[in-house]
């Protein structure tokens, strides 16, 4: 059993430069999330999922879009990379939302630096 | 913006102490407390959690206790551990029910 896979794990991108963070759960969850992870700063929610074809906007949204077509996939794509948006990205899923949350499953994160 | 303070930012206490971190939340959707613990390049993982029909839950050496008229709850690590040197991390719902909002951190070194 997989859990919550995030690919790549690292990546570099120059100013401007656009890219996705894949995320993945083979755990048929309906709830998905991204949270950004910066030093002093916790984990800050970006979007997410309660279900596919359904997207909201969390705490941190702009610079970032999402979409879920799948109940397995939550990709999060940088439109225009910034170096604000150096920072570690995790994707969490749980298989309650609303009424009643549960235990959030974690991705080992990915590390991103953009220049 | 739901609000979830965390303190201290960082503890250091000698193995075999109590480790005590605080969490402090405005208003929730419902009643739900969790507590992750987050090792060096690894994603956080849930520690233990609180749906408050009680005002405490234990767990081996970890206990968290929940103040509802104060919006208020703790995580308490008895018998610390070296092992037990983590980021923990205190979440509470968000005003809509569909968000988990997370504390700061506390960065926690036991000492041999």
């Known amino acids: 059993n997989a859990g919550v ?15 996705t963070l894949q995320c993945a759960q083979d755990m048929n969850h309906e709830y998905m999330s991204w949270y950004r992870q910066d030093p002093g700063m916790g984990l800050r929610l970006i979007h997410y999922s ?16 999402v979409s879920r077509s799948t109940t397995e996939d939550f990709p999060l794509r940088l439109l225009s990379a910034a170096p604000s948006q150096t920072s570690v990205y995790f994707c969490a899923s749980t298989p309650t939302y609303g009424g009643g949350f549960g235990e959030l499953f974690f991705g080992e994160g990915s590390r991103l630096t953009v220049l | 913006q739901q609000q979830v303070k ?14 005590i971190i605080n969490c402090a ?82 960065s926690l070194l036991v000492t041999p």
């Open chain 1, 5 to 19: 896979t995030q690919t790549p794990k690292f990546q570099v991108l120059k100013t401007g430069q656009s890219m």
């Open chain 2, 6 to 19: 965390q303190s201290p930012q960082s503890l250091i206490v000698q193995k075999g102490g109590i480790s």
């Open chain 2, 25 to 106: 939340y405005e208003n929730t959707a419902f009643d739900y407390f969790p507590w992750y613990q987050q090792f060096p390049g690894k994603g956080p993982a849930l520690l233990i959690a609180i749906r408050p029909d009680v005002s405490e839950k234990k767990e081996g050496r970890f206990t968290i206790s929940f103040n509802k008229s104060a919006k208020q709850f703790s995580l308490h690590i008895m018998d610390s551990q070296p092992g037990d040197s983590a980021t923990y991390f205190c979440a509470a719902p968000g005003d809509s029910g569909y968000a988990l909002n997370f504390g700061k951190g506390t």
């Open chain 1, 50 to 65: 309660v279900g596919a074809g359904i997207t909201d906007q969390g705490e941190v949204p702009n610079g970032y879009n």
